[in-house]
């Protein structure tokens, strides 16, 4: 047997694992329950030194190669789980050759999509996972990944600021290229139709969606998000000499969609008369970036652009006019000032139900609710308090589990008591009850 693991913090835990055993016979004590997608491969989840793993079996040639990949698309930062390592030439105590075994990091607060669909909480949650899959695919073949083999339940989604962010999960199938032809894109897009249309159908037979979706349709339109992406970043745009505004607006508008842009191409055209504008993105996640550089703080995309938006209030509220103070100064008062006492005033054992970024981002959310109904600004400390008592201390732990549903007696009688209390900001807003996660439209 042969163990190949990336920079872990102790592997001396992985390598004790019962590798000569088959994993589906692994002992029970060992493994972890959560939530999984479809798989044709046997995939179990073990917690060790206190980080959990996903350990996938598969021939040992696209074991190799599928950790390669994933390596690779880690190192141009696109989002796909950790590779972490790869265990090949397996035996059994018999001698009996076992497949090999790839060992990937699990995202933590992720969920496959059927488990997302399974809580219906979200009216709105196709159009969310769809938008997120095809921000995905444009990542990918931004940097040259064919998938071949597109589909939600190859991807895993996390919370992101009212949105979801999208993981690919599996790779196996994979091929990166230096760059993609439009036939190669055009590919991917039509098998990621066929694979939606057929999840579609399958959440419809399991009474998730409604049979009047058109599941169809709505496989199609995942094409539709894509080109509309895809043309945004990539396009050819014509501008005469005097419209320098536009190329301005052009780079906005992508740094707004959260790409950076690494090189821009004015070439003259035949004549003179007009001016040829290519731009090159060359990565996703501007605003993370921004952030990160701010204040240190990791997340996910849409949080970080709520984050940086509360952070520019934050430097119009508390500079004085006319004072030159330089933003690092700013966000770093903002975090300690701000971000930090309120992740600070949700109890300890409160504050692995979400992650800090989608607890302030929710906190923020409550706040708005409150003082429209108030009349004025609430303020953090009040609104946080109201969203600890009333929201979160509800919501079920999303380290492992993202929004599993809630008894449906505990949810009406969780209702009733926002309604008893006379809390001004839920008596006459549902919508915001069921914003976090705790009544289904159908439920009222």
């Known amino acids: 047997m042969r163990l190949q693991f990336s920079t872990i913090s102790d592997p001396a835990d992985l390598l004790a694992l019962p590798w000569s055993t088959p994993l589906e016979h692994w002992p ?9 997608g479809i798989s044709r491969h046997v995939v179990r989840f073990v917690r060790v030194a206190g980080t959990v793993y996903a350990i996938k079996e598969l021939p040992q040639e696209v074991a190799e190669r599928e950790y390669g990949l994933l390596r690779e698309l880690g190192k141009r930062e696109v989002p796909v789980v950790r590779a972490r390592g790869v265990v090949i030439e397996r035996t059994s105590p018999d001698g009996e ?3 090999s075994a790839l060992v990937t990091k699990h995202l933590r607060y992720s969920l496959p999509y059927r488990a997302l669909f399974s809580r219906r909480l979200d009216p709105e949650l196709a159009d ?3 938008d997120a899959l095809a921000q995905l695919l444009v990542r990918l073949h931004l940097v040259g990944f064919a998938w071949k083999d597109c589909s939600l339940s190859n991807t895993l989604f996390r919370r992101d600021a009212g949105a979801l962010a999208a993981y690919l999960v599996d790779a196996e199938t994979g091929e990166l290229r230096n760059t993609l032809s439009d036939g190669q894109r055009l590919h991917d897009l039509d098998i990621a139709s066929t694979n939606i249309a057929g999840e579609m159908f399958d959440l ?3 009474g998730l969606i409604a049979d009047t979706v058109d599941a169809v349709a709505v496989a199609e339109s995942v094409v539709t998000r894509y080109q509309g992406l895809w043309s945004e970043l990539t396009r050819t745009e014509y ?6 505004w536009r190329i301005d607006a052009r780079l906005q508008r992508l740094n707004d969609l959260g790409y950076d842009v690494g090189e821009v191409q004015l070439v003259d055209e035949p004549g003179g008369t007009r001016l040829k504008l290519q731009t090159q993105v060359v990565e996703a996640g501007h605003h993370k970036r921004r952030l990160s550089q701010l204040t240190g703080l990791n997340v996910e995309e849409n949080q970080a652009r ?8 934050y430097r119009a509220a508390a500079v004085m006019p006319g004072v030159d103070v330089d933003e690092v100064t700013v966000a770093r008062h903002w975090l300690t000032d701000v971000f930090e006492p309120a992740i600070e005033r949700v109890p300890v054992e409160l504050r692995e139900k979400l992650e800090p970024a989608e607890l302030f981002h929710e906190i923020l959310v409550h706040r708005w609710y409150m003082s429209e109904a108030a009349g004025s600004d609430v303020g953090m400390d009040a609104a946080t308090k109201s969203y600890v008592d009333n ?10 589990v993202l929004g599993t549903p809630v008894d449906e007696l505990e949810t009406a009688d969780f209702a009733r008591r926002l309604v ?3 809390d001004a900001s839920y008596v006459d807003d549902l919508e915001q009850i069921r914003r976090f996660g705790r009544i289904a439209p159908n439920q009222e």
């Open 128 to 130: 969310k996972l769809l």
């Open 97 to 99: 050759e076992l497949d």
């Open 239 to 244: 501008v005469d000499p005097n419209e320098w």
């Open 204 to 206: 419809e037979a399991a």
């Open 28 to 36: 029970a004590d060992q493994l972890v329950s959560l939530p999984r």
């Open 391 to 400: 929201v979160l201390r509800f919501r079920p732990d999303e380290q492992a």
């Open 306 to 313: 709520r984050l940086l938006n509360d952070l520019d209030s």
């Open 420 to 422: 008893e209390s006379g």
